[in-house]
């Protein structure tokens, strides 16, 4: 049996501002088995990103993971010291952030900050070997050596991006978390970096997290999906079980609100907005939207259940909307 490459359980993510606190990730649990690819939805301020950064341990006070586990290749990241999380990231795992090209210094050459990169970790090759694993990383995203010698002002878009990507399996971590790696992209330079991270994400082995609000890009690239909404996970399920037949009433008004050929100029927005974290309503954090609400569901919280192998949804009600279709 293939041993999962990431298992999360129950995360916790706390932020503790003058206001009160704030639970911005709430009992989190995800598995993922090597070469797979989730996408992570959801509204802004759903925990999309809170979810990544607490993989990393780059959660930031006044926050802090206050419970549960992350386990990337056996072993639990909220267990290590700093130094050995230090270690971890970018040989166990690897997180490009959103704007992740705006974040490379504009007057170091490409290959000297692969370089330091590299040489940040305690397992660094020596320099020769260092130097192959550059060419390597750039040609495995498709840019030429030369590259090494250049700029980040003498590259395009797509390229800084695809140079964050390389440095960013410099050394050839099992998991692998885009932030929204398309965004402030083109749609042909979009759909070229998409093609990289698969490319990337094939020739590694590795499996991958790609965070975002785009749809249509998650529909051609991810394996499996994963709703979140107010910190929690409500749905999570195969891509294709998530586009054709969505369970959860938040994940049907989602897969609803998408452009639809056949009904054109026809747009279902999601009433109400999202609620503010600090004042999460009892219940389902859902309910005040939700048009199938009952008591229940303004009293207990639903819990993320199985519902079949490959499809788990925290609704009381999953079972009774199941039956009416
Ligand atoms: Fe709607 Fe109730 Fe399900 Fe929440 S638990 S999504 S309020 S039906």
Same mark, same amino acid.
């Given at each position: ?159 800084? *991006? !695809? ?7 410099? +050394?050839? %971590?099992? /998991? ?6 398309? @965004? ?78 056949? *009904? !054109? ?7 109400? +907005?999202? %609620?503010? /974290? ?6 389902? @954090? ?40």
């Amino acid at each position: 049996m293939t041993q999962p490459v990431l298992t999360v359980n129950n995360l916790q993510v706390t932020y503790f501002t003058e206001a009160g606190r704030v639970r911005a990730l709430d009992g989190v649990n995800l598995t993922l088995n090597p070469g797979e690819k989730l996408g992570l939805v959801g509204e802004s301020g759903s925990g999309k990103s809170t979810m990544a950064l607490a993989m990393m341990r780059m959660i930031k006070p006044p926050g802090r993971i206050e419970g549960g586990s992350v386990v990337v290749d056996g072993v639990d990241l909220t267990k290590l010291n700093d130094e050995e999380m230090r270690e971890a990231r970018l040989s166990r795992i690897s997180y490009i952030p959103q704007g992740a090209m705006n974040s490379l210094n504009p007057v170091m050459r490409i290959g000297a900050q692969m370089r330091d990169a590299i040489k940040a970790h305690k397992l660094a090759p020596d320099a020769d070997d260092i130097e192959k694993r550059i060419n390597a990383a750039l040609v495995s995203v498709d840019l030429k050596p030369t590259v090494a010698k250049m700029y980040p002002h003498e590259l395009s878009g797509g390229m800084k *991006q !695809r140079v964050c990507i390389a440095i960013g399996i410099l +050394l050839h %971590p099992k /998991l692998i978390i885009a932030d929204e790696p398309t @965004s402030a992209l083109d749609v042909v330079t979009q759909r070229q970096v998409m093609q990289t991270l698969d490319s990337v994400q094939k020739q590694l082995g590795a499996a991958i997290i790609l965070i975002g609000h785009d749809m249509g890009l998650m529909a051609q690239f991810v394996d499996k999906v994963a709703v979140m909404y107010t910190g929690r996970l409500m749905e999570l399920s195969t891509v294709q079980d998530m586009f054709t037949n969505p369970q959860h009433p938040y994940a049907v008004a989602l897969i609803k609100s998408l452009p639809n050929l056949n *009904q !054109r100029g026809v747009f279902h927005g999601i009433p109400g +907005l999202a %609620p503010a /974290l600090l004042r999460l309503p009892p219940g389902c @954090s859902f309910h005040p939207r939700c048009p199938i609400a009952q008591d229940i569901c303004k009293a207990q919280v639903p819990p993320l259940e199985a519902k079949t192998p490959t499809r788990f949804v925290a609704c009381h009600l999953v079972e009774k909307i199941k039956n009416e279709k």
